[in-house]
């Protein structure tokens, strides 16, 4: 019996699932999701395409290379989004606390459940509904945590369950590569496996301090992954629906190129809370207000996207538009809108492996030494000449 109960619940490759659901003649082929040009990148694959050594954010250059026969689709992020929807109506209808950590996502929190149910029988049971009314395969993980939820749930792929029973946490994850610790990516395993760490028994065993020494305080939350330990409470869910920030100039400017830097270091810093907020937007509005306070707005549809490139490129774009009174400007903004949940860094179909890399590092570098540790040359210095408003 759980004290803590943690069901994590992930749709099996989504975006193929759908596309699958949409035409059932794709079943069973080697499909890969992502952008269709030369330097595009593959944001999802099928199991079938896995087989060949094809997996997500590869150029789609290589994978075709290893699997010439796949099918390739663009893929269509309104249709993601409302296949998302009907399983999370399905969860929010059933489960006491739930929380969407991404389009594809999802921890509920069923503590309590063993006094009148029983946590793994229910779990069944709503996976078992979740396939019947939204036709897509999904996969689960029972455990006393969230991390080894998570863990149980890519162990039970495809389409599969598992139940971590109580008391059994660190034997379940000892004989696994500590490539299968969230968070773990290729950097921190390359790391990790120069110092002789492969599985997660050896990495439990390292004394924490050791571990601190070499990864800061990052090394406390590898012993303790390790170590089965997760307290990360499931958080409510509340659909986040735009996200923005305001520059208050302390004089007002005419200054254009000054203010075209204040929208890159307002993009920049958006697209990273979009990306670590696992969001992706889909509306651009550029915000201007004048010293005699009139204020004017225009906004842009875009492809579903977190990329800083694009997002900036738009803004630019936008703030051209609108600003045409040539007069002093005393605030300006930007927002970003029609938010979906999605667990992928950049635009989903067309981003380079050199572009992904570099905003992974980037991301990297802002989680572990602060947001403003990695910034664009141009902006260096300029937040100290602004008052700064954030607004959601």
Sequence with gaps: MYDRAILHMDLDSFFVSVECLKNTALLGKPLLIGGTSRRGVVA???YEARRFGVHSAMPMKMALRLCPDAIVLRGDMDSYSYYSGVV????????????????????????????????????KELRQTIIKESGLPIS?????????SKVGTGEAKPNGTKQVEYGTEKAFLSPLSVKKIPGVGKQMYKKLSFMGVRKIETLSKIPMRLLENEFGKYGRSLWEKANAIDRTP????????????ERTFTEDTLNVDYIRKMVLKMCDDLAFE????KRLASCITIKIRYADFNTYTKQRRISYTS????????????????????????????????LVQGNYQISLFDDTQKEISLLQEKDWIRSRFGVDKVMRASCLGESARTHVYGGK
């Design 44 to 46: 999802s694959c099928s």
């Design 234 to 245: 499931v958080t409510p869910y509340i659909e986040q629906k735009s996200m923005s920030k």
């Design 274 to 277: 979009l990306r670590n907020k």
């Design 307 to 338: 990329n800083d490139t694009i997002l900036s490129r738009n803004a630019l774009e936008l703030f051209d538009k609108v600003y045409e009174r040539r007069q002093l400007i005393r605030l300006i903004g930007v927002k970003f809108s029609g």
């Design 88 to 123: 999370t109506d399905i969860i929010k209808e059933d489960a006491p606390l739930y929380e969407k950590a991404s389009i594809d996502e999802f921890y509920i929190d069923i503590s309590g459940m063993d006094k009148y149910f029983g946590c793994f029988k229910w779990s």
């Design 140 to 148: 689960f993980g029972l455990s006393v945590n969230k991390l080894v």
